[in-house]
Nanobody, 122 residues
Framework: QVHLAETGGGLVQAGESLRLSCAAA????????VGWFRRAPGKEREFVAA????????YHTTSLKDRFGISRDLARNMVYLQMNSLTPEDSAVYYC???????????????WGQGTQVTVSS
């Protein structure tokens, strides 16, 4: 059984930064790819970024790649999402997910955390 847990969300002002963390308990992350998604109220779940645990290659959604960055810490078995220059439009619940294949489709990820709320005030 794989359990993913996100931490680091909170309330920040526009222009500030946050770093989200994703930890895995159990059988590591359950897959070689760990991704971040987000869901804002009334919107579809949106892919943010993904990283391959083996080798560290990354993929970021184009609209966010200048402000958001995904990384991993092999020693701590953690995946991070650094978010800079936040805007109110970034407010959402952020989820980490794990799967075997890199991609933007949520169906590629079989394991999901409960999510962490990020709220950006103007």
């Amino acid at each position: 059984q794989v359990h993913l847990a996100e931490t680091g969300g909170g309330l920040v002002q526009a222009g500030e930064s946050l770093r989200l963390s994703c930890a895995a308990a159990g059988r590591a992350f359950g897959g070689d790819v760990v991704g971040w998604f987000r869901r804002a109220p009334g919107k579809e779940r949106e892919f943010v970024a993904a990283i391959r645990w083996t080798g560290g290659s990354t993929y970021h959604t184009t609209s966010l790649k200048d402000r958001f960055g995904i990384s991993r810490d092999l020693a701590r078995n953690m995946v991070y999402l650094q978010m800079n220059s936040l805007t109110p439009e970034d407010s959402a619940v952020y989820y980490c997910a794990a799967g075997a294949l890199m991609g933007t489709n949520p169906s590629l990820y079989g394991y999901w955390g409960q999510g962490t709320q990020v709220t950006v005030s103007s």
